[in-house]
């Protein structure tokens, strides 16, 4: 069995590898780039390798990290994600989260730094963020060590199970007609658990999904399809005034604003992030990731 570590740089991604693995640790290059990869066997289960992802912020298309850690996980099939998350920095590692629960892997989120969390006397309510997202959550403090190997064994639990719970989320009417158009011209050719996947990417027009679907589903789309799929984009671009990336962006940034009023009670209870913040993150995320 195979389980990917995924998560933004600096939410504790190492700490918590090296206390699931402990010394049965192998470190190489991901092929054909020098990018560090490591994996190594869980702690008491020799059959589960966990393979340490670079850190992301999301999985577009723009630099090696993201182009590393998504290949990996739609062209390598791992048996399931454990997606680790900075509980002090929700609103920006939840971005990524919402990308990984379209890939179609069962998945475990486990909310790290809750020692810090705590100290801040804020709380972050684990059940509505589970609702929210449709997989399990665990507080963790991989610092501590603690609830480490409790998240790591309901990831295997989740991979045995093949447990895909669907997650909840939807984009805004005008976007899911014409995802589902592209998903009807795709529909039979594409894994069932990754259709949502290409057809979000589809749609965004990123620049590497021809040349995946191509590789890992055998599919091209005609050329008379794929005007068919730019002309929908474009009359819901112009319905909604931004270009279609930007579209999906702003409106994943909607739905963590929405988590986030849910599933965390701030000691400071007063507004956290200010919409010039946000502005400033979408656009970082964009060009800078
Ligand atoms: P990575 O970039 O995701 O691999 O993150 P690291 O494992 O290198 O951790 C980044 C920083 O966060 C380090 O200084 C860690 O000591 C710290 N850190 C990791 N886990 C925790 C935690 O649970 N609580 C606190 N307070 N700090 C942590
Ligand atoms: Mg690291």
Known sequence: MKIA??????????????????????????????????????????????????????LSPYSLEEVVSRNFLVNEKPDAVLNIIDGTNLERNLYLTTQLLELGIPTVIAVNMTDAVCKNGDKIHTEELEKNLGCPVFEISALKNKGCMEAASATVKRALEKNTEKYPFSFDSCVEQCLSFIENLTDGNVSKEKSRWYTVKLFERDSKILEQLK?????????????????????????????????????????????????VTKKNSKNHFSTSDKIDRIVTNKYLS
């Open 5 to 58: 570590l995924a998560g933004n740089p600096n939410s504790g991604k190492t700490t918590l590898f090296n206390l699931l693995t402990g010394s049965n640790q192998f470190v190489g290059n991901w092929p054909g780039v020098t990018v560090e990869k490591k994996t190594g066997k869980l702690k008491g289960d020799d059959d589960v390798e966990i393979v340490d992802l670079p850190g992301v912020y999301s």
């Open 215 to 263: 590789e890992n589903e055998n599919f091209e789309l005609t050329s008379e399809n794929l005007s068919l799929i730019e002309s929908k984009i474009k009359a819901c671009e112009e319905e909604m005034d931004d270009d279609s990336e930007s579209i999906i962006t702003g409106q994943r940034y909607k739905y963590i604003e929405s988590i986030i009023k849910s599933c």
